[in-house]
């Protein structure tokens, strides 16, 4: 992988980025790049940040700046990843899209010719050619009223020879992020930024040429000059979308802030204790998904019983957390309506009900 470094943007980042190279080291010259690495070291500790706060929650970064010293290891990480965004701005910047990133590289193996990209019109554009000054030629334009009103830049510049509506002003290259040319086709590097389309609207308005020269459109819209057509290709594609898109919406309302899976103790029926009563163990399996802890209590609901813990069970979850306890249910004999029995326990917190688990209780047959 050969890296290629773009230097500039535009002609005026250009210009001054090589009048800045080009001059001697001296206050102004100092200043200048110190000024510059303290705004791009500033703009990555902010990206640390948030990026920080994606992972551990806003809630627990704002508490650990609050107090920085007692979390020296996530102050590390975080200087970390801020060095790695900085290296990023001051240095690697499009080698990002370019070499890291695989969004490309996957868009590539999904092309084919009806695909709609970023594309140059070649048909209209080729061949490209030059405008020179008019000052060289005699204007056609019949506009004028009188001599020098013509403020028109087309009635000011011509094209040499007649050719397509491309005045290879490479203003798209010199735009383009990753450095490349639209013009030779889509590339793995363009990231779809749509700069070059911006770019050559601006020339093709000012030299009163249609926009549109560099758009959003297919291989085949370009070469037939065909529409897209709703192929059933297309049709596949967007039922599955809807499919995969209603999937995630029916999770994301349907997700819950705790998940529970109540299942009685592995290898263990039913036992009667000595009053008579029967009782079955079972094991709780509770998540947190939430950035709080959740303490709570369990309750019968639809039966009359008990709910004895075993051993010094924790009755919190803890945030974004698991926790496992078990427990005992203990039914009197007329409770127990056959081998199995549905039970319904409430989960309770602060007295306000937050979920109902739902388990089968065993018995022995003899007390239906
Ligand atoms: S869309 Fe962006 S990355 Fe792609 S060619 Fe145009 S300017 Fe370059
Ligand atoms: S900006 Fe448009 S006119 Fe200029 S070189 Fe690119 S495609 Fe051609």
Redo the contacts with the bound molecule.
Sequence with gaps: MVFRKIEYWTDGDAQQQKLLRAMPWNAEKTKKRVIKFIIFFSISFIIANFFLAYLISMDELLGYLQNPAAHIGTLISLLIFTTVFFFVYWWFREQACIVVCPYGRLQGVLLDKNSIV?AYDYQRGEPRGKFKKADDHDCKCTDCKEEGACKSIAAKFEVIVPKGDCIDCFA?VR????G?D?RNGTQL?????????DSCDAIMTSIQKPTGLIRYASENSILKKVKLKFTTRIKAYTAVLALLISLLVFLLVSRTDLDARLMRTAGMTYTTLPDGRISNLYNLKLTNKTHKNIPFTLKPENFKGQIEYVGSSSLTVKKEDYEQLQFFVILNRNEVKGWKTALQIGMYQNGKKIKTITAKFIGPEIYN
């Design positions: 970023v798209c735009v383009c992020p990753t490349i639209i590097e363009c990231v779809n930024c749509t700069a070059c389309i």
